[in-house]
């Protein structure tokens, strides 16, 4: 693999990595640690969260890696010299599919519903119930995808 091809999927790998662990965070414990509390604080707790969410730090690891990924597949599809190049597609389909657009189709629309929910209202409970399940269902997908993609890229890489 020459270099700067090794360097892109390199630097795509570290991109799936980054997300993965931002997702398995939510995954393994901050949502467990909302539930512990009571509806309205989860509710708005989340609302605060799903507020600073789309800033730089985590919309250059999510998103940034998204445009690394079209690269390294476009290089995949035209080298076509092997292992390396069929396991560095899988790793950016993989991550394009199971992490960007879950988080598009899936995730922000509910973040979107939650934003309209009033914490300190009668429906607070409720629709944090609404929310919960799929959401974190839906964080799973894009935790075993980045993680999958990181996977294929490191393969690809030493291939």
Not at 42 to 64: H, K, S, Y
Not at 142 to 147: A, D, E, G, K, N
């Amino acid at each position: 693999m020459p270099a700067p091809i090794f360097v892109l999927t390199f630097v795509t790998a570290l991109g799936c990595a980054l997300a993965a662990g931002v997702f398995y965070a939510f995954s393994a414990f901050v949502m467990a640690g909302l539930d512990l509390r009571p509806p309205a604080t989860a509710v708005a707790a989340m609302q605060g969260i799903n507020r600073t969410a789309p800033r730089p730090p985590l919309m250059l690891v999510l998103f940034g890696t998204a445009p690394l990924c079209l690269a390294v597949a476009v290089i995949a599809l035209v080298e076509r010299d092997g292992a390396d190049s069929w396991l560095a597609l899988v790793g950016a389909a993989v991550y394009l599919v199971g992490a960007i657009a879950v988080t598009m189709a899936c995730n922000v629309p509910l973040n979107e519903r939650l934003a309209r929910v009033d914490p300190a209202g009668p429906a607070a409970a409720e629709e944090w119930r609404r929310f919960d399940r799929p959401w974190r269902a839906w964080n799973h997908v894009r935790t075993v995808s980045s993680l999958a993609a990181t996977a294929a890229m490191i393969a690809a890489l030493a291939s």
